[in-house]
């Protein structure tokens, strides 16, 4: 089995301008009276790898422990893309699709609000990118609304540097956050090696 860690490193990874940046700190020490080191961490809940439950963009939407965790673990397509796509590029992508569609775009590939409808329409489970959003920076708003509203989870900020477009297993689990819009993760893709 190959595994390819896609996740950002927490601490060196860009962060969404505006966002704070991420911190850590050990409030004890071995040596210092201490028989183990403790830290402690700050961070926006979407820095890094992370996902966005509904909540982000629809006051009504699921918190990030309210989605079903079949969403985060199972087969998945990685296509390389790039631009704003539209709902037609998705009407042609999605029946060579899993039902979690990774975009592979070196951070280059957005959502227009008529391929987020298509997503939806075609009641996927996961969209996921290596841009630090799935929406376009002038339209933030209505593509993930349209994914919130039908409780599609969005996966942002991947690493996909060396893998292949093509069929894997995903397992990204958020953590238990209960209340919250977005958790970190850690993602990962698996696939049996060619010629197994």
């Known amino acids: 089995m190959l595994l390819y860690d896609i996740t950002r490193e927490m601490f060196a990874s860009?962060?969404?301008?505006g966002d704070p940046k991420p911190s850590s700190y050990f409030i004890r020490k071995?040596?210092?009276d201490s028989p183990c080191n403790i830290s402690t961490v700050s961070m926006c809940?979407?820095?890094?790898?992370?996902?966005d439950a509904p909540l982000h963009f629809?006051?009504?939407g699921a918190d990030i422990t309210s989605l079903r965790l079949s969403h985060f673990c199972g087969k998945c397509t990685v296509v390389t893309?790039?631009?704003?796509?539209?709902g037609e590029d998705m009407e042609r992508l999605l029946?060579?699709?899993n039902k979690r569609l990774i975009l592979h775009s070196s951070g280059k590939a957005f959502l227009s609000v008529s391929a987020a409808r298509v997503i939806a329409d075609n009641k996927l489970l996961l969209v996921g990118t290596d841009a630090m959003s799935i929406a376009p920076p002038f339209d933030e708003v209505m593509p993930h609304l349209e994914l919130a509203r039908a409780n599609i989870a969005v996966l942002e900020g991947?690493?996909?540097?060396g893998v292949e477009d093509g069929e894997y297993t995903l397992s990204a689990f958020p953590l238990k956050m209960k209340g919250l819009e977005a958790s970190p993760c850690r993602a990962v893709l698996m696939r049996e090696p060619k010629g197994y």
């Open 58 to 60: 629809d006051e009504e």
């Open 45 to 51: 809940s979407h820095t890094a790898t992370h996902i």
């Open 30 to 32: 071995i040596g210092d």
């Open 14 to 17: 860009p962060v969404y301008p």
């Open 81 to 86: 893309i790039d631009g704003i796509l539209t």
């Open 95 to 97: 029946p060579h699709c």
């Open 158 to 161: 991947l690493v996909l540097d």
